[in-house]
């Protein structure tokens, strides 16, 4: 194996070095093409593609040359892309039954008449189980994304723009959700007041985080507002909701991403088959 591996950069020598005689740009240019083509033949695909970048980098002007180099990076692209696409579509099923099995739990709610993107929501959560309390709610969009909304239930308002969820000295807390921002609610019924704040920053995944790391303990949730705040323990139905919405939009992101890398790879492959078809 020692002496193949010594094999090209001999020939290289050997070429540029024969006798006294310089080698013209399209003799340098063929001698990179045929260590090319060698590699390539040996499955040393990434040093073979070195060579073709050599070729177009330092020879510019050889065209016939960089046009046979080129169809080997094209057939090297090609096989890349068949490789990607047989691990990103087995992946990409092993992530979909992890999903399927995970959206048991949740109900789907889409108004198609006013929305582009439906949500999951954790069953327990759904709003006619929680009419006439304050609570947080978690939610995961069809897209992937994970939200977290706070609903207010009171006499008098507070009008409440953010959330803070605290276990002693240590927090987390959401993004301030201004009025007039189109995630900020309020309505009132049977004498209640209703205020929902929608939270849709990376914030999210932090809060996620911490009562995951604290489910075990009491965390203490403040809605905080311009007209007062509101204070109350968090309760193990929403822990728990707040873990698994958490956890099925890392899946469902994951299972978009394969999505896509997949239908790119398949784009891809038709480019690069056209192309050698076409020369």
Do not use: W
């Given at each position: 194996?020692?002496?193949?591996?010594?094999?090209?950069?001999?020939?290289?020598?050997?070429?540029?070095?024969?006798?006294?005689?310089?080698l013209?740009?399209?003799?340098?240019?063929?001698?990179?093409?045929?260590?090319?083509?060698?590699?390539?033949?040996?499955?040393?695909?990434?040093?073979?593609?070195?060579?073709?970048d050599?070729?177009?980098?330092?020879?510019?002007?050889?065209?016939?040359?960089?046009?046979?180099?080129?169809?080997?990076?094209?057939?090297?692209?090609?096989?890349?892309?068949?490789?990607?696409?047989?691990?990103?579509?087995?992946?990409?099923?092993?992530?979909?039954?992890?999903l399927?099995?995970?959206?048991?739990?949740?109900?789907?709610?889409?108004?198609?008449?006013?929305?582009?993107?439906?949500?999951?929501?954790?069953?327990?959560?759904?709003?006619?189980?929680?009419?006439?309390?304050?609570?947080?709610?978690?939610?995961?969009?069809?897209?992937?994304?994970?939200?977290?909304?706070?609903?207010?239930?009171?006499?008098?308002?507070?009008?409440?723009?953010?959330?803070?969820?605290?276990?002693?000295?240590?927090?987390?807390?959401?993004?301030t959700?201004?009025?007039?921002?189109?995630?900020?609610?309020?309505?009132?019924?049977?004498?209640?007041?209703?205020?929902?704040?929608?939270?849709?920053?990376?914030?999210?995944?932090?809060?996620?985080?911490?009562?995951?790391?604290?489910?075990?303990?009491?965390?203490?949730?403040t809605?905080?507002?311009?007209?007062?705040?509101?204070?109350?323990?968090?309760?193990?139905?929403?822990?728990?909701?707040?873990?698994?919405?958490?956890?099925?939009?890392?899946?469902?992101?994951d299972?978009?991403?394969?999505?896509?890398?997949?239908?790119?790879?398949?784009?891809?492959?038709?480019?690069?088959?056209?192309?050698?078809?076409?020369?």
């Open positions: 194996m020692k002496v193949r591996l010594i094999a090209f950069p001999i020939l290289i020598l050997l070429l540029f070095s024969c006798g006294s005689k310089k013209t740009d399209k003799e340098q240019a063929q001698a990179h093409l045929e260590i090319a083509q060698k590699l390539f033949k040996s499955n040393k695909l990434n040093a073979a593609k070195i060579q073709i050599s070729i177009n980098k330092l020879f510019p002007k050889e065209v016939s040359v960089r046009k046979k180099a080129n169809d080997i990076f094209t057939q090297i692209q090609l096989i890349e892309q068949k490789k990607n696409l047989i691990y990103a579509d087995s992946l990409f099923k092993i992530r979909k039954v992890t399927d099995s995970m959206t048991r739990n949740f109900s789907f709610e889409k108004d198609e008449k006013y929305e582009d993107v439906g949500n999951y929501i954790y069953k327990s959560q759904r709003a006619e189980n929680n009419t006439g309390r304050t609570y947080v709610k978690a939610l995961v969009e069809e897209t992937g994304t994970f939200l977290l909304s706070s609903i207010y239930c009171g006499a008098k308002p507070i009008k409440h723009f953010s959330t803070k969820f605290s276990v002693g000295d240590l927090l987390a807390e959401t993004e959700v201004p009025d007039g921002s189109g995630y900020n609610y309020t309505y009132n019924d049977n004498g209640n007041t209703y205020e929902n704040v929608i939270y849709r920053t990376d914030a999210n995944k932090s809060i996620a985080s911490f009562v995951q790391q604290n489910a075990k303990k009491p965390i203490l949730v809605l905080t507002g311009k007209s007062g705040k509101k204070t109350y323990t968090l309760s193990e139905g929403e822990k728990k909701a707040i873990s698994e919405a958490y956890n099925l939009s890392v899946v469902s992101s299972v978009k991403k394969l999505e896509r890398v997949i239908n790119v790879s398949k784009k891809k492959i038709i480019l690069y088959e056209t192309g050698l078809a076409q020369n």
